[in-house]
């Protein structure tokens, strides 16, 4: 099948990248080939496969038509979105800051999870790393900030090292939170300009802590945010849950095959499950493999530790 594209020329250094970069990126992405001449694009493949390639085009072209300029993890944001099938979430996204300005679900489960945050004051959410309970969780919580629906970010991790111990770290406490942390400021970064979130984190509007410092506080008017839950114990877990306060919502999150507690020790998050499951205004949100939006090489190496798991469950 063959299909032409008219551009709009004004944007056409922007889509097609530096050297046409962006338009090889699509080339492969979707095995196809692709030919420009002037301000027309000549697609050829499989039906589905050209089809698939014109959406991501023509939501490149959209974009460039609300800013200035498109990036290469853009693009391959875009490329995802098209392959997962997001237009049956279309509606769903959430508005964050620019450049990035709207943040899309990908899967069915990923769609659920933001609906789930929406309703409910808190709301669990756990799943196989690359999932993106992390990133759609503070996107729900930058949305919800720029919507002026809450005053503050709280987004909390439990300082536990995963399998190694990495001894005393220099520096004041910032530095030595900081590599616990790092997740979360990635996620920030992709929501809003660096100086923005900066100045947000001054004003105290955003505020990323270890677990250990939430000890005594009630939080009002925010979104609080617990990453890396499974590795809370179950006392922590109560505590972080009692500082939930007035207008506020709360978000937690985990991994349940990764717990780096000690041997024995059982996971916080596992106990909330079987505590507060029959309480009304919390959710639960389960997502799967399918719904790891990494690379897909992440999707495979998932698959095969589970299966690796399960033999060897049987065998012993």
């Given at each position: 099948?063959?299909?032409?594209?008219?551009?709009?020329?004004?944007?056409?250094e922007?889509?097609?990248?530096?050297?046409?970069?962006y338009?090889?990126i699509?080339?492969?992405?979707?095995?196809i080939?692709?030919?420009?001449?002037?301000?027309e694009?000549?697609?050829?493949g499989?039906?589905?496969?050209?089809?698939?390639?014109?959406?991501?085009?023509?939501?490149?072209?959209?974009k460039?038509?609300?800013?200035?300029?498109?990036?290469?993890?853009?693009v391959k944001?875009?490329?995802?979105?098209?392959t997962?099938?997001?237009d049956n979430?279309a509606?769903?996204?959430?508005?964050?800051?620019?450049?990035?300005?709207?943040i899309?679900?990908?899967?069915?489960a990923?769609?659920?999870?933001?609906?789930?945050?929406?309703?409910?004051?808190?709301?669990?959410?756990?799943?196989p790393?690359?999932?993106g309970?992390?990133y759609?969780?503070?996107a729900v919580?930058?949305?919800m900030?720029?919507?002026q629906e809450?005053?503050?970010?709280v987004l909390?991790?439990?300082?536990?090292?995963?399998?190694?111990?990495l001894?005393?770290?220099?520096?004041?406490?910032?530095?030595?939170v900081?590599?616990?942390?790092?997740?979360l400021?990635?996620?920030?970064?992709?929501?809003?300009?660096?100086?923005q979130?900066?100045?947000f984190?001054?004003?105290?509007?955003?505020?990323?802590?270890?677990?250990?410092?939430m000890?005594?506080?009630?939080?009002?008017d925010?979104?609080?945010?617990?990453d890396?839950?499974?590795?809370?114990t179950?006392?922590?877990?109560l505590?972080?849950?009692?500082?939930?306060?007035r207008?506020?919502?709360?978000?937690v999150?985990g991994d349940l095959?990764?717990?780096?507690?000690?041997?024995?020790?059982?996971?916080?998050?596992?106990?909330a499950?079987?505590?507060?499951?029959?309480?009304?205004?919390?959710?639960?949100v389960?997502?799967?493999?399918?719904?790891?939006?990494r690379?897909k090489?992440?999707?495979n190496?998932?698959?095969?530790?589970?299966?690796?798991?399960?033999?060897?469950?049987?065998?012993?």
């Amino acid at each position: 099948m063959e299909r032409t594209v008219k551009l709009d020329r004004a944007n056409l250094e922007e889509l097609f990248g530096p050297s046409d970069k962006y338009l090889k990126i699509i080339r492969d992405a979707f095995n196809i080939k692709l030919t420009a001449r002037d301000n027309e694009l000549n697609l050829s493949g499989s039906e589905e496969s050209v089809a698939r390639a014109n959406l991501a085009i023509t939501k490149m072209c959209k974009k460039l038509s609300r800013n200035p300029y498109i990036t290469e993890r853009e693009v391959k944001s875009i490329i995802l979105q098209v392959t997962c099938d997001l237009d049956n979430y279309a509606g769903y996204g959430v508005r964050v800051y620019p450049p990035r300005d709207i943040i899309e679900p990908f899967t069915k489960a990923q769609k659920l999870y933001i609906e789930t945050i929406r309703k409910n004051a808190l709301t669990f959410c756990s799943g196989p790393a690359g999932t993106g309970k992390t990133y759609l969780a503070v996107a729900v919580a930058v949305a919800m900030l720029r919507a002026q629906e809450v005053r503050k970010i709280v987004l909390v991790r439990p300082a536990v090292e995963a399998g190694e111990r990495l001894g005393f770290l220099p520096g004041d406490i910032e530095a030595k939170v900081n590599p616990y942390l790092r997740p979360l400021f990635d996620s920030l970064e992709d929501m809003m300009e660096f100086s923005q979130m900066r100045r947000f984190m001054e004003m105290d509007i955003i505020e990323v802590i270890p677990l250990a410092f939430m000890r005594g506080r009630t939080l009002n008017d925010a979104v609080i945010i617990c990453d890396e839950a499974q590795n809370t114990t179950p006392s922590q877990m109560l505590m972080f849950l009692t500082r939930l306060g007035r207008d506020s919502k709360m978000i937690v999150t985990g991994d349940l095959t990764q717990v780096d507690l000690a041997k024995g020790d059982r996971s916080g998050m596992l106990d909330a499950y079987d505590v507060l499951k029959s309480i009304d205004n919390i959710g639960f949100v389960r997502l799967e493999r399918c719904d790891i939006v990494r690379h897909k090489l992440v999707q495979n190496i998932v698959a095969a530790y589970e299966t690796h798991k399960e033999s060897n469950e049987r065998s012993s």
